[in-house]
């Protein structure tokens, strides 16, 4: 009770009245920021709409060059909202207005446009907790999704209809009111001015060729029926006519254009077909020669595995012979004898290479093609294995090498000469010659793949210049282009190099 009316004491007095009174509509001098009220001095809301600049009296008297100026409507109408400048009034809402901030004598503050600042929903300043915008609010608890004031403090004189106080059962709390039904969403502008424009250009399509029954006359030839809903046609016979009639028209002007003049990229095409039938021979030809080479190094293995072994001690010259020098495995990366490191190298990269799979899910259908690759079909990924079969370590393991089977590898001299003669050490024991089967058909196996695969690439170019040259010449590409002579002294087309 002390502190207010300490600030009751302490509160700042307006106008010539010099009263603290705050509640109505007020007008500030532009040159020394009094407020005054407006019953005061007489000067209502509606007029100092019209005001731009307003002095108190008290100034006139001092500097009698100070006016009152007005703003015309033809100005007002088309200065921008944000270039305006703050109207010299307002309203106060609340009972208990800020001292601290009315201190500063020169602010401006922005009334409402909804408010009039005299009746009572605009003076009234506490909230019902009733209404459904009450509810709303989120001091009581509401989703403030609405985000508009109490009911009861909607303005009499300028709030919308549909927020003003609502029926005797709602304001007691009785009644409710859903929101959907107050507040009805207006459709922009923008939507309008869209919406008319697909009704105008939608509707400007229907008109053409329409009767005065507003139906649709079929564009057949002689066809005096009206055309389908969505269609030019009454049917697909009158469509089908007019088509006909039109190729019959422009397609044999088209088709002696064509044969006047000779077609550059047709000749080209033709060359294309000559090189790439060239490059497909010279491939089965060497897909032949490969398959021979495969039949022969088959015969060499059959043959160097009916030499015996031979057990003397010069055959095996170097193997006793111990040695400190490790080498370590490009797999595992442990160090190793250099007497058992092929093997060891195998091994390991036999176990990695299982771990991985390259597979397909259509199996390899090569004619003439013998053991190529691996093709096993994997239920899990439903895949085929497309590892060449005599390098594929995971379904086609090497088999148990008995004791007295020779290695048989061919000997040569100078690298390439073959002497004609096989190595007769032990297959177990010779590590000079190791897994020479494997490789050999591996090397020749890995050739007849390229070979292969440049065939079919040859094939897929034949038949990319065999479907251009067919398309050019075709009904779609003489009725869509044509060809004009722009000298009509000769009929050759092509420049002086190409002829």
């Not at 920021?33 to 100092?48: D, L, P, Q, S, V």
């Not at 503050?109 to 300043?125: D, H, I, N």
């Not at 502008?189 to 399509?205: A, G, L, T, Y």
């Not at 590409?477 to 000298?487: E, P, V």
């Amino acid at each position: 009770g002390l502190e207010s009316s300490m600030e009751g004491e302490n509160a700042p007095v307006y106008c010539i009245c010099r009263k603290p009174d705050i509640n109505c509509f007020m007008i500030g001098c532009d040159n020394c920021n009094e407020w005054f009220h407006g019953n005061c001095i007489n000067i209502t809301e509606k007029r100092a709409k019209v005001i731009r600049e307003w002095y108190c009296g008290r100034c006139r008297e001092k500097n009698p060059s100070l006016e009152i100026k007005y703003r015309s409507k033809k100005s007002r109408e088309k200065e921008p909202e944000s270039q305006r400048e703050p109207e010299r009034k307002y309203e106060r809402q609340n009972s208990t207005p800020d001292y601290k901030s009315e201190r500063r004598r020169g602010s401006k503050v922005k009334r409402s446009a909804r408010m009039c600042g005299e009746c009572e929903p605009c003076l009234r300043t506490e909230d019902c907790a009733t209404c459904d915008f009450c509810k709303d609010m989120k001091k009581f608890g509401g989703p403030n999704k609405i985000r508009q004031k109490c009911r009861f403090r909607q303005c009499d004189v300028r709030a919308r209809v549909s927020f003003l106080m609502l029926p005797n059962a709602v304001r007691l709390g009785v009644g409710k009111l859903r929101p959907s039904s107050l507040f009805r969403p207006k459709e922009s502008r923008r939507h309008k001015q869209k919406q008319k424009h697909k009704d105008k250009v939608r509707h400007s399509d229907w008109g053409d060729g329409r009767d005065a029954g507003g139906q649709r006359q079929c564009l057949g030839p002689s066809c005096v029926e009206a055309a389908r809903a969505n269609s030019k046609y009454c049917s697909v016979e009158c469509g089908m006519k007019l088509a006909a009639g039109r190729i019959y028209e422009i397609l044999p002007q088209r088709i002696q254009q064509w044969q006047q003049s000779p077609c550059i990229a047709e000749e080209q095409g033709k060359k294309q077909l000559e090189r790439i039938r060239r490059d497909q021979q010279n491939a089965r030809m060497r897909l032949t020669e490969m398959e021979k080479r495969f039949h022969e190094l088959e015969g060499v293995i059959a043959k160097a595995k009916q030499q015996v072994v031979q057990q003397d001690e010069e055959s095996n010259e170097g193997e006793n012979e111990e040695t400190d020098l490790l080498i370590f495995c490009v797999s595992c990366s442990h160090p190793i004898n250099p007497k058992v490191a092929l093997r060891h190298m195998e091994r390991c990269y036999a176990k990695y290479e299982s771990q991985t799979s390259f597979g397909s899910m259509y199996p390899t259908r090569i004619e003439g093609a013998t053991r190529l690759f691996c093709d096993v079909y994997n239920p899990q990924s439903k895949t085929y294995c497309k590892r060449l079969q005599v390098l594929c370590p995971e379904h086609s393991r090497d088999p148990k090498v008995p004791a007295d089977e020779v290695c048989g590898c061919p000997l040569v001299r100078n690298v390439f000469e073959a002497t004609g003669e096989y190595c007769r050490v032990s297959k177990r024991k010779c590590n000079k010659h190791y897994n020479w089967e494997k490789l050999r058909r591996a090397e020749v196996d890995l050739e007849r793949v390229r070979v292969w695969y440049k065939l079919d690439e040859l094939f897929e170019q034949e038949r990319n210049v065999r479907t251009a040259m067919t398309n050019r010449a075709g009904l779609l590409a003489l009725m869509l282009h044509q060809t004009i002579q722009h000298d009509p002294s000769t009929t050759d087309l092509r420049c002086n190099k190409d002829r």
